[in-house]
C-alpha cells in the first residue's frame, strides 16, 4: 500500500488570474499532470471515469485518487491498494461572509462550539471543520447537500476529532507562504488505522506544511 499527498502551487502569474473560468481550466489541467506523473504516464480526461454521484476514479485500477484546488493550489490525494479509498480537501483562508450561516445549518454543536471557543468565529478552525467534511464526503461518493448527516469532528469535550474513526484515517494540515498566504487541507483514507500519507511537492514552489493534529 502506498499513500501520498501530492502537491502543486501555481506561479506568480497565474495565481494573479482574475479571469474564474481560466484559473478552474489550469487548476484540472495542473491535477491531470499531477495524475499523469503518479502513473508515469499521460492521463487525459478521457482516462478517468465518474461514479454516478460523479466521483472520478481509474477504471480497472487498484489505485484510487481524490482532487481539490483553492486558490493557487491543486492537491490530489492518491492511495494504491486494493480497495482503498481516499478523499482530500484544500481550503485557502479568506474571509467568508457566509461562514457563520453555514457552520449555523451544517456542523454540529461541538463543532460550533470548537470554533467559537476563544469568544469570537475563529475563521481557520471553521476551515478545518469545512475540509475535514469535505475530504469524507469525498471518500464515500457523497455531495455537498450530505454535510449535514457527516459525524462531528469535535468531541463532547471540545477536542478535534482528526486522526481515526469511522474506519478513516485522517490528517489536517496547515500551509502558508508569503505575504500571509494560508491554506487548511485535510486528506483521509480507508483502512480502519492511523495512515500518514508523504507528502509530494510537484511544483517548483513551495509553501511550509504544518500538521495541526
Avoid at 499521460?42 to 461514479?51: L, N, Q, V
Wanted: aromatic letters at 10%.
Amino acid at each position: 500500500m502506498s499513500y501520498y499527498l501530492n502537491l502543486s502551487v501555481l506561479s506568480n502569474n497565474l495565481k494573479n488570474l482574475q479571469n474564474r473560468v481560466g484559473r478552474q481550466k489550469l487548476l484540472s489541467a495542473e491535477a491531470r499532470r499531477i495524475l499523469s506523473l503518479c502513473e508515469g504516464r499521460p492521463i487525459a480526461e478521457a482516462d478517468i471515469a465518474r461514479e454516478e454521484t460523479g466521483r472520478p476514479f481509474f477504471p480497472g485500477s487498484d489505485i484510487d485518487f481524490s482532487i481539490s484546488h483553492s486558490g493557487a493550489l491543486t492537491a490530489v490525494s492518491l492511495v494504491r491498494g486494493k480497495g482503498l479509498r481516499t478523499g482530500c480537501d484544500v481550503e485557502f483562508v479568506r474571509p467568508r461572509s457566509r461562514a457563520r450561516e453555514i457552520a449555523e445549518k451544517i456542523f454540529t454543536a461541538p463543532e460550533r462550539e470548537y470554533i467559537e471557543s476563544g469568544g469570537s468565529f475563529d475563521l481557520t478552525r471553521f476551515y478545518q471543520i469545512w475540509t475535514l467534511k469535505e475530504c469524507f464526503i469525498k471518500l464515500r461518493g457523497l455531495s455537498v447537500f450530505d454535510m449535514s448527516g457527516v459525524p462531528s469532528f469535535v468531541s463532547g469535550e471540545g477536542s478535534l476529532l482528526n486522526t481515526c474513526f469511522e474506519q478513516i484515517s485522517f490528517n489536517l494540515y496547515e500551509l502558508t507562504g508569503a505575504d500571509d498566504e494560508r491554506y487548511i487541507l485535510s486528506t483521509a483514507i480507508t483502512g480502519g488505522e492511523e495512515l500518514q500519507p508523504e507528502i509530494r511537492w510537484v511544483s517548483p514552489d513551495f509553501l511550509a506544511a504544518c500538521k495541526i493534529k
